[in-house]
């Protein structure tokens, strides 16, 4: 049967992908010192060849692209050079493509231009259009974004479905509204589904999401995640049809980057060491996840542990403890982006600091200041005139600190990282003390 394509008509394949977003700059990488940049930055490149493979490898009848092919505007002439040459392979494959802009590529935003190759069809941006493919009884209804802000609903003006064939519609829009998506081009399922066609190939929305079944309204997602939200597999759907009918509807991961949120409740760990263990299970267990390509994981530290105080004393330690365990895993290998410290601290204290009262109050301020050293370093002023209170023997000259692990111990207020390390006793002497008058009273 697979050998027939895509000659016999009554059975092809197309593939929809979205949302690709090409040369897309990803701000803010270099800032990280040890980020692999330039396999992050070229993914969506090797995504969209990934794409181009597979039509090719699958023999599909064409290739629907439904906006933000580009990021923006191009910023050299590279970008449209390397997506030419991806169409021209399809080209040679005898392999159509349609495709509409979205918000990121609307003709506003677009200020250079290369030409096209024959079998690539770009929908027009003042109406909807429609392109008949008579070889597989398909019409494609089409409309791109002219500028980069749509507000009305460019469903509503596309045609009603001839009976008899496989209508198709391709559109960039944010349906009724998803999260951390703006609404453009705003419609409803039930508008689509009124029109009577059997696939809506949408675009925008980049968390993969089938939104009916019947008739398909469907959200490939991106083709790429760009960044630490944008996480899990993502690729491109296949679509089957058989005596104009939709059959089947297959997710296909095309990423080459593979971006993970691994968080992790401690409370069963009472040391970082313990915590360690767990964040390299975790990062072991994604990296099989990513099934062979660079994973590039957020790791967040949750929960009400014993390992709490350990951990917020030295946040820049424990990331690169966990730096070391990414960087210690098999090929492709991890890059840890970063490593949020959330927990709280278990047990009485745990409890005392969701108190609602003035020790609660205290205790979360001293918290606080844990994880805030530049709030710690604005009470060094105030501190500066405690320090020139005590006596000089105390403050740390030669000889005169305590010993503690077999290190002179130096005492100084005004310093923030000494008083950063004490917190933590500072807050057990506080309640501990505040406790004792609680049950005299
Ligand atoms: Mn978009």
């Known amino acids: 049967m697979g050998e027939s394509f895509p ?54 009848a064409f290739v629907l692209l439904a906006g933000d092919l580009y990021d923006g505007d191009w910023k050299d002439y590279n970008t449209g050079l390397f997506f030419v040459g991806q169409m021209r392979r399809l080209a040679e494959a005898g392999i159509a493509v349609h495709l509409v802009s979205g918000n990121h590529d609307a003709a506003s935003q677009i200020t250079k231009r290369l030409s096209l190759p ?7 941006t003042r109406r909807p259009e429609t392109i008949e493919l008579p070889d597989f009884d398909v019409a494609i209804h089409g409309q791109s974004f002219a500028a980069r802000r749509v507000s009305e609903d460019l469903a509503a003006a596309y045609p009603m479905a001839d009976p008899g064939r496989v209508e198709i519609g ?55 995640g760009r960044h630490a939200r944008e996480t899990g597999g993502k690729g491109a759907s296949l679509v089957t049809v058989d005596h104009g009918r939709v059959v089947d509807v297959d997710h296909r991961d095309l990423d080459v980057v593979r971006w993970a949120r691994i968080e992790l409740d401690l409370e069963s760990v009472g040391h970082p060491d313990d915590a360690l263990a767990r964040v390299r299970d ?39 403890e966990c730096r070391l365990l990414a960087t210690g895993m098999a090929e492709p290998g991890i890059w840890l982006e970063r490593l949020e410290l959330a927990t709280r601290p278990r047990g009485e204290l745990g409890r005392l600091l969701e108190r609602d009262d003035a020790l609660g109050g205290l205790l979360r301020r001293v918290e606080a200041l844990e994880r805030a050293p530049l709030d710690l370093a604005r009470t060094r002023e105030e501190l500066a005139d405690l320090k020139r209170r005590l006596p000089a023997a105390l403050i740390g000259e030669a000889g005169s600190g305590a010993e503690e692990d077999g290190r002179a111990e130096r005492f100084d207020p005004t310093d923030p990282a000494w008083l950063r390390a004490r917190l933590p006793a500072v807050r057990d002497l506080l309640w501990s003390r505040l406790l004792d008058g609680e049950a005299s009273e």
Do not use: M
């Not at 994604?286 to 994973?295: I, K, M, S, T, Y």
């Not at 967040?300 to 424990?318: C, F, I, K, Y």
């Open 170 to 224: 391709l559109l960039h829009t944010s349906l009724d509204g998803r999260p951390g998506h703006a609404d453009y081009a705003p419609c409803t399922a039930e508008g689509l589904r009124a029109k009577g066609y059997a696939y809506w190939a949408l675009g925008h929305v980049h968390q993969r999401e089938v939104v009916s079944r019947d008739p398909w309204i469907v959200f490939p997602g991106n083709l790429q």
């Open 282 to 320: 975790a990062l072991a267990a994604a990296l099989v996840e990513a099934d062979g390509r660079l994973l590039a994981a957020r790791v967040v530290l949750g929960g009400a542990t014993r390992a709490h105080a350990a951990l917020v004393r030295e946040p820049a330690r424990w990331l690169h």
């Open 118 to 124: 024959p079998n690539v069809h770009h929908y027009a």
């Open 7 to 60: 000659e016999n008509a009554s059975l092809f394949r197309f593939l929809h992908a979205a949302d690709i977003h090409l040369d897309s700059p990803l701000q803010g990488l270099e800032r990280y010192p040890d980020a692999p940049v330039d396999a992050v930055r070229g993914a969506p490149r090797r995504a969209f060849e990934a794409l181009i493979d597979l039509a090719i490898e699958e023999r599909v």
